[in-house]
Nanobody, 123 residues
Framework: QVQLVESGGGLVQPGGSLRLSCAAS????????MGWFRQAPGNQRDIVAR???????AYADSVKGRFTISRDNAKNTVYLQMNSLKPEDTAVYYC?????????????????WGQGTQVTVSS
């Protein structure tokens, strides 16, 4: 069983930065795609960024140039560096893991989920 534990959320002013971390248990991390999704109240859970087992990345258009996803296989950890934050980035952010190397932009194809961490961007 794989468990994902997020940390790093909080309250930040517009234009500020946060780094989210997701620590994964289990031995499949290095061969798994990892991702970050977010969900605001009343909205569906949408992809923010994903990274393949080989390190290729993909981003939602709304965060390109501002967010960076990375992974450290030695630490079984995936990160989301968020810069130039906007109020519309406010949401619960979820770490996700897939039992395949590539992942997907659709939440239905991910196998593991963290509990979520709140990110609030407000002055």
């Amino acid at each position: 069983q794989v468990q994902l534990v997020e940390s790093g959320g909080g309250l930040v002013q517009p234009g500020g930065s946060l780094r989210l971390s997701c620590a994964a248990s289990g031995s499949i991390f290095s061969t798994s795609a990892m991702g970050w999704f977010r969900q605001a109240p009343g909205n569906q859970r949408d992809i923010v960024a994903r990274i393949t087992s080989a390190g290729s990345t993909a981003y939602a258009d709304s965060v390109k140039g501002r967010f960076t996803i990375s992974r450290d296989n030695a630490k079984n950890t995936v990160y989301l560096q968020m810069n130039s934050l906007k109020p519309e980035d406010t949401a619960v952010y979820y770490c996700s893991g897939a039992t395949n190397p590539f992942g997907s932009s659709s939440s239905q194809y991910w196998d593991y989920w963290g509990q979520g961490t709140q990110v609030t961007v407000s002055s």
